[in-house]
Each structure stands twice: as C-alpha cells, then as structure tokens.
C-alpha cells in the first residue's frame, strides 16, 4: 500500500478571546489487496464437485488467470482519493465559551474487483467507483463558574463513506441465498449519517477527579455487515434508521499519598429503528428492538495504584485492576429464535480423527459479560531502568469475544476467545535526554584588531 498525505493549517496565535484554525486535507492512496487460497491437490476433487453443479465444465475454466489449485482467489486494487477543507473558531465571554466548526468533504474510491478458482465466479470487474461529498458541522457551548467545575453540551454530526459489495461465491449458494442476497451483490450501499448529542460535567479539586456525560446519536442508513447465508460471502446493507442513547462516568481520586484510585463505566442502549422486509429481517436479525451488534450494554473499569520510593535512587509501585464487559451479539441475526441451531453439519473430532455428521445447537449466541483481573508491581531507577512482574488474566477466565462461523455454520462454527492467564516479567530502559550543553563565549578578536579599535579616531561633525 501507498499513501500520500498533506496538510495544510493556520492558526491564530496569541491569548485574546477569539481563537481561530483554518486548514485543508488532501490523501492518495494506492492499496494492493489479494486473497488466494493453495490447496494442493485440490483440483482432483474440485473437478468432481463441477461435475455435479455444473456437467461439462472443465475447472481450467474457471482460473481466470490464477494458479491450479487455489479453490479461491481475488485482487482487489484500490485507488482512493480524499480531500477536505475544515475550520473551527471560538469565542470565550469570560465564564461562557462558544465553538463552532465544520468539514467539507470529498472522497472518490476506483476498485476493480477479479476472482478465479472453482469457489468464484471468474469475475472481471473494472473501475467500480464510489463517490461522496458533504459537510459535518460542530457546536460546543462550555459554561466554566469557577476553575474547578465546567460544562459543556455539543452537536455534531459525523458520515462513514458507503461502497460496492463484492459478488457473491455463486458456486456456494444455494438457489434460496442466491434468491435472497443476489439483489444485493455487486450493488452500492450508501453513506452513513449520523447526529450525536452530548451533555457533559468536568469537576477536579483536591485530588478528585469527576467526569460525566449523557450521549445520544440519531442514525441514518445504518452499515450492517452480514452473512450471505450459504454463500461464503459477506454484504453490506444499509438500515434506514438507529439510535444509541447512554451514560458514561469516571471517578479518580488521591485519598493518601502515593495511592490512586480510579473507577469508570458506562450504560448504553443501542437498537434498530427500522426493520428490513422479510425474508432479510429474519435472515439478518435487523429489526425493530433488536440490538445492534457488538455493543455492550454495561461496562466497568476498576484500578489502584499505590507507589512510594524504594531507595535513595528508585520508585516501587503496585497496580491492581479491574474490568466488566456486559453481553454482547457479534451479528443482529443472532438474537433470532433457533439462530444457534445447526440443522446438518459436518464435524471432525482432532483427538480420534473421525469424521461426523448431524444436527447441533448451540442455544442462545448472546456472549456471556465476562470479568478480568491485573495485577502488576515495578521497580523504576532514576537512571531509566525499569522492572515490572505481571498477570495478566488473573483467575483465567475464558471471555467469548465474538461466534465465528463461515457459510451460515456451514464450513466453520468457533468462539474467538480472550488471552488466557500469562505471566510475566519485562524489562525496559528509558534513555534521559542529556541536558543542553551551554555554547562557548565567541573567541576574542585579534590582538592587532583590538590596536585599530583602540586607535580609531572619534567621528567629529563639522
């Protein structure tokens, strides 16, 4: 991949009460993307499968130009061009302060798109061209009464550019998916929007630390990523509407010397607006009241950290922390009633390395909250050296970080799951920066040079 990037800013300088920055944004980026998958021998057997989805079709036919072999394979080259103007000023009355601000927009996206191999459709797609252009404007008001406590409300509004689906892997679908998803594949999908509104306090004095907010954001054509069912392939869809609304907080405080303490967490409802018509909404999960994926509804964060001087020429520590992440969906469809069924899979046991078949279910596909523990103790020497023994995971717990499947749990069903307990020892050293070294006084001038000054003549007018 190559990029190429410059930026150009003004600023106002000074301490007067109107600050201003102007600016503009360009980017080129040239991005190389390939996939292949060699499977030695595959080609055998690859044959046989044509021979029942497509009679007399020789499988050298569908290379397009890739390697034997490689069931799959696709280059995608993008050229993606951005360029933006911005501008912020603000204005402080004293106790109140006003900030207003906005981007212009312009991005164009140029991908081809070419796939072989008896998993693929052989195409050759040129110059498929996305394009986009707006402007994001910003408001912030800050009330600050005293030095201690500010607040401040803002509205801002924010855009994810849209793009093209890839095709779909016709070869893997069956007639339902295709009938289903195929509207979709090749097409664009357009820009998501949204506006995000927020109201916050900022409170410090004495060693306490306060920080709180309320947050809403209003979304338009929501991208959701989903599974083409059967197909091995993923698409884009747009959802007309979606909301979040939540509460976030965070605590920190010095009770005694060399102790911190801190605390943080947050509650959000995150749901769809709108429901695509069936058979998508129960084939996606995407409607009304359902959550929308990957999102938390709670989450916490706890630490302390006590530390004093060990010696006359270093500092000891200890850090004990805390998190809570509350359950999660990796994909909107699985909150759909029997989304964990799987009604005729093949299954391989490693251990007695048969083969098996049947039907399965996995029962709900919420992901379980899950609680993590650190803890970790240092030693840091005033000359830069620094040890620190740490666990990681301390009660080994096993989080379930999203389903992983492929081909609708089909080809591949698993959890991606969080690092188990690991202990450690690391050693680093931070090199000091030496301190500046004061220039030599300029050397005296030549003794002759110093007879003419002495000699010279005062200037006299006449």
């Known amino acids: 991949m190559k990029t190429w990037t410059q930026e150009l800013r003004l600023a106002s300088t000074g301490s007067g009460p109107f600050q201003w920055v102007f600016g503009g944004f360009y980017s080129k980026v040239d991005r190389k993307y390939a996939q292949r ?3 030695p021998g595959s080609d055998e057997f690859g044959q046989d499968f044509l021979d029942v989805i497509a009679p007399g079709v020789d499988i050298a036919d569908t290379r397009n130009g890739f390697p034997a072999d490689s069931p799959y394979n696709a280059d995608l080259p993008y050229d993606i061009k951005q360029g933006a103007l911005f501008g912020e000023a603000s204005y402080d009355f004293g106790q109140f302060k006003l900030t207003a601000g906005g981007r212009y927009y312009d991005f164009k ?217 509350g359950s999660r969906y990796t994909q909107p469809s699985d909150q759909e009633p029997g989304a964990g069924f799987v009604g005729n899979a093949l299954f391989y046991d490693p251990i007695t390395g048969d083969f098996g078949s049947g039907v399965n279910d996995f029962g709900s596909l919420r992901l379980k909250a899950y609680n993590l523990v650190n803890l970790s103790t240092g030693i840091e020497w005033d000359s830069g050296l620094e040890l620190v023994a740490y666990v990681q995971n301390l009660f080994d717990t096993n989080p379930k970080l999203s389903f992983d499947r492929e081909r609708g749990m089909r080809a591949r069903i698993g959890y991606n799951i969080g690092t188990p307990r690991t202990i450690g020892l690391t050693a680093r050293y ?33």
């Open 37 to 39: 998958l060699p499977t």
């Open 109 to 325: 996206e140029t991908r081809d798109f070419i796939s072989g191999g008896i998993f693929a459709n052989g195409d050759t797609r040129i110059g498929d061209k996305t394009k986009s252009n707006g402007f994001n404007p910003r408001v912030i008001a800050t009330w600050e009464p005293t030095n201690n406590l500010s607040v401040n409300v803002q509205a801002a509004k924010g855009f994810r550019l849209g793009g093209i689906n890839d095709p779909l892997n016709l070869p893997l679908c069956s007639a339902q998916d295709v009938s289903i998803y195929g509207p979709f594949q090749s097409n664009s999908y357009d820009d998501e929007s949204l506006w995000n509104y927020e109201a916050g306090v900022k409170y410090q004095r004495r060693g306490i630390t306060f920080n709180a907010a309320a947050f809403t954001s209003q979304i338009r054509d929501l991208q959701v990523t989903v599974d083409a069912g059967s197909c091995s392939s993923r698409i884009v869809l747009n959802v007309p509407k979606a909301h979040t609304v939540g509460f976030e907080a965070e605590f920190a405080a010095h009770p005694a010397p060399g102790l911190e303490l801190s605390l943080a967490g947050s509650i959000v409802s995150a749901e769809f607006d709108s429901t695509v018509p069936e058979p998508l909404a129960t084939r996606t999960g995407i409607r009304k009241g359902n959550r929308l994926p990957t999102v938390p509804k709670y989450q916490l964060a706890a630490s302390a950290t006590y530390g004093t001087r060990f010696s006359d020429n270093a500092d000891w520590y200890a850090t004990a922390s805390y998190q809570y992440v």
């Open 430 to 462: 931070k090199f000091r920066e030496a301190p500046p070294v004061a220039a030599p006084p300029p050397p005296p001038p030549p003794r002759r040079l110093r007879r003419l000054r002495r000699r010279r003549p005062a200037r006299t007018d006449r």
